[in-house]
């Protein structure tokens, strides 16, 4: 078979998406009727684009900032993840103080004292991110150094920052309250009673944003403390394996939420590759998630070169991710458990946490979605190999491409399109752009 490169006729396709998804986002963000994904005010379906400058708040200056957030907004993310507080662990001072000198507490380590300057500081980074039309998943107190601090000011003065944090940014539509962040510890009751206590603080004020929790690595989804259950709206499912074991563990969970793949390997950490990258972002939309964040070592930190490292492969190959799924009805896809849709070729499901499965990069799992009214079909393969399937399952005649997640290229496959009866088997070019052998399958059918 040979590919060739077509241009892509949505708009004569039953599972077209309508809606204009050019407009920005309608802050804050609410839950969909289903529970399966995140929509904003109008209802309009929000795919998570993420990025991870974790120590933003303590490293750059304003302006510094503002080219950070234009450079993201350019790349097509739409999400950041920052900490309100920063220490060591996350890239920050042993005094958690700004890069000149302003401190978030006129007290050390005192929760009580916040020093008016350094939440000023912080009001302007969120104007900011604002301006550039991104969600902001502010951590109020991450818990890789200031669980300690937290533990030690106790839950009064814990709810009573969660308070003060509320009122001072509860204004702001484009946040999601993001907790934890490697919280190893949450099984220790005094852990857990001082780190909710912030969240419920900011509950008291602030009705009007979601919540989220990071727990534990190498593997964990925010459903595993009990305790959170009440607080948190987003499933932050956070691993080092392959991603798609966690986020359908968290997709398939009796009290689900929408679920987020929140953290897995950062691009220039532990030998990653463009290659594993793209397989956490189509691993997790195709197991159901409402989205995913990418991270970058050298720009969750600010390493002194960080600037030289922004326009990367893993960060460019976001608005791939973006130009494929936000066209479709990406939402209304549900995951292929039980092989239904790709019948055979599929791989093998890596879901035992192992040394040999570690950051992604040996699976060689084909995760699929079906569009409940049979107008589409998605499957990504990491590796090559022919895959089947079984075309009843699409709901009329079905236009097939395959899309090159390296270089964002469709291309059209010899025969397209296909009846949709009996079982057919496709077989992708054998590198793409980037000489790796990750594809995307799309099947998108005339509805009769």
Known sequence: MRAVIIPLLL?????????????????????SANRRYLVDQNNAPFLVAGDSPQSLMVNLSEEEAE???????????????????????????????TFDGVAPFTKPDDLSTPNPAYFDRCEHILRLATKHG???????????????????????????????????????????????????DWRNSTNDAAVTAVALGIKD???????????DYEISGSLDDPNWAPIFNLCASYTYFPVYAQVLKDYNRSNFVPVCMIESDYEFERNSTPAVLRRQEYW??????TGQLYGNEFTWTFKADWKTHLDTPGAIQMAYVKALF?????????????????????????????????????????????????????AYMPTFRPITVDMTQLCGPAAAQWYDPSCGKYF???????????????????????GDDDWVLVLEAWKK
């Open 134 to 184: 991104l969600l902001v998943m502010l951590d109020p107190a991450e818990t890789g150094d200031f669980l300690k601090v937290m533990v030690q000011n106790g839950p009064a003065k814990c709810r009573q920052f969660g308070r003060f944090v509320a009122t001072r940014y509860e204004a702001f539509d484009n946040l999601l309250w993001f907790h934890g962040n490697d919280y190893q």
């Open 67 to 97: 080219a950070y957030f234009a450079d993201r907004q350019a790349h097509g993310f739409n999400t950041v993840w920052i900490n309100l507080v920063c220490k060591p662990y996350t890239g920050g001072r042993p005094d958690g103080t």
């Open 412 to 434: 059209a496959i010899e025969g397209s399109p296909f009846p949709n009866s009996d079982k057919h088997t496709f077989i992708p070019p054998r590198h793409n752009a980037d």
């Open 284 to 289: 997790a939309n195709l197991s159901g998630a």
């Open 205 to 215: 004020k602030d009705k009007r944003h979601l919540h989220t929790i990071e727990l």
């Open 11 to 31: 708009w004569t396709l039953g599972s077209t998406y309508a809606a204009d998804q050019t407009s920005a986002a309608t802050y804050p963000l609410k839950v």
């Open 326 to 378: 936000e066209p479709r009805k990406w939402f209304d896809l549900v995951p292929d458990q039980t092989h239904k849709v790709v019948t055979a070729g599929y791989g093998t499901f890596d879901g035992t946490p192992t040394d040999g499965n570690r950051f992604n990069m040996t699976s060689d799992y084909v995760t699929a979605g079906r569009a409940p009214d049979g107008t589409l079909v998605m």
